[in-house]
T-cell receptor, first 112, second 114 residues
Framework: DVKVTQSSRYLVKRTGEKVFLECVQD?????MFWYRQDPGLGLRLIYF???????EKGDIPEGYSVSREKKERFSLILESASTNQTSMYLC???????????FGPGTRLTVL | AQSVTQLGSHVSVSEGALVLLRCNYS??????LFWYVQYPNQGLQLLLK??????LVKGINGFEAEFKKSETSFHLTKPSAHMSDAAEYFC????????????FGKGTMLLVSP
């Protein structure tokens, strides 16, 4: 079974802090994705990556950056957290040439 | 460009009743279509997907969906709801390239009453 894990289920941070959200997949998938999920808005793509050290902006990249130094790991970085970044963050991965994405359990981030 | 519209943010059914969750899509190329389910405090799990083979697609837990090109629809159905089906359901669309991203609908919360 594909397994996508995220470093924390719940996280509370202060405004202005630098926040790292980690995602690891164990199926040697080339593609990895970061979404945020908000009530009534569904899932919105923040960033994605098709290969190591490669990144592409999604629909809402402002205020975020990413890092992919190893194939299995994709990190989402909030350089200076703000209260409007309070949300559920979901990581996903997929194999090159397929469209089916496999999701992690999510990290619920609260910025105070 | 591609988009998905899910009609109804909440759908309520009684246990044993038919489940119908609506999804309409817009895509400039023949689409691949997906339904995902999210149980409380969990990530998304794939229910089923349409990839241009059979128009009637069967998924897990007794769900199925029918691709209707003329109506640009991909509605999700289940003949008889169980309490355990209570969850949020997301429809998603992508171009069938294997390199494109998924565009999700806003989700429909399914409520099942005894």
């Amino acid at each position: 079974d594909v397994k996508v894990t995220q470093s924390s289920r719940y996280l509370v941070k202060r405004t202005g802090e630098k926040v790292f959200l980690e995602c690891v997949q164990d199926m040697d998938h080339e593609n990895m994705f970061w979404y945020r999920q908000d009530p009534g808005l569904g899932l919105r793509l923040i960033y994605f990556s098709y290969d190591v050290k490669m990144k592409e902006k999604g629909d809402i990249p402002e205020g975020y950056s990413v890092s992919r130094e190893k194939k299995e790991r994709f990190s989402l970085i909030l350089e200076s957290a703000s209260t409007n970044q309070t949300s559920m963050y979901l990581c996903a991965s997929s194999s090159l040439g397929t469209d089916t994405q496999y999701f992690g359990p999510g990290t619920r981030l609260t910025v105070l | 460009a591609q988009s998905v519209t899910q009609l109804g943010s909440h759908v309520s059914v009684s246990e044993g009743a038919l489940v119908l969750l609506r999804c309409n899509y817009s895509s400039s190329v023949p689409p691949y279509l997906f339904w995902y389910v999210q149980y409380p405090n969990q990530g998304l799990q794939l229910l089923l997907k349409y990839t241009s083979a059979a128009t009637l697609v069967k998924g897990i837990n007794g769900f199925e969906a029918e691709f209707k090109k003329s109506e640009t629809s991909f509605h999700l159905t289940k003949p008889s709801a169980h309490m355990s089906d209570a969850a949020e359901y997301f429809c998603a669309v992508t171009m069938n390239s294997g390199y494109s991203t998924l565009t999700f609908g806003k989700g429909t919360m399914l409520l099942v009453s005894p």
